[in-house]
């Protein structure tokens, strides 16, 4: 099974910025896709941004786009979601998922961010 840590939720005003990070407990080129989810109280959880394992591919949700930037450091085993422009809509909890083979779906616990007006 592959671990992932979750790490860099918290408390941040409208307009200010965050670093997700999604620590893997074995080697991230060895994982097909990265990505994050989140879900917002009283809602289903949602895409937000995903990365190919050789980072030719990434793809964000309409809702962030322009304002996340989702990126992928395999020699750190580790996947970052940059967010910035933070709006109150952003507020969550953020899940780490990554796909490995044969189409295997891996989840973090997830991190709380709470963005104040």
């Known amino acids: 099974q592959v671990q992932l840590v979750e790490s860099g939720g918290g408390l941040v005003q409208a307009g200010g910025s965050l670093r997700l990070s999604c620590a893997a407990s074995t080697r991230t080129i060895n994982i097909l896709g990265l990505g994050w989810f989140r879900q917002a109280p009283e809602k289903e959880r949602e895409f937000v941004a995903a990365?190919?394992?050789?980072?030719?591919?990434?793809h964000y949700a309409d809702s962030v786009k322009g304002r996340f930037t989702i990126s992928r450091d395999n020699a750190k085993n580790t996947v970052y979601l940059q967010m910035n422009s933070l709006k109150p809509d952003d507020t969550g909890v953020y899940y780490c998922?990554?796909?490995?083979?044969?189409?295997?779906?891996?989840w973090g616990k997830g991190t709380l961010v709470t963005v104040s007006s």
């Open positions: 998922n990554a796909v490995g083979y044969h189409g295997i779906n891996y």
């Open positions: 990365v190919s394992r050789n980072d030719a591919h990434t």
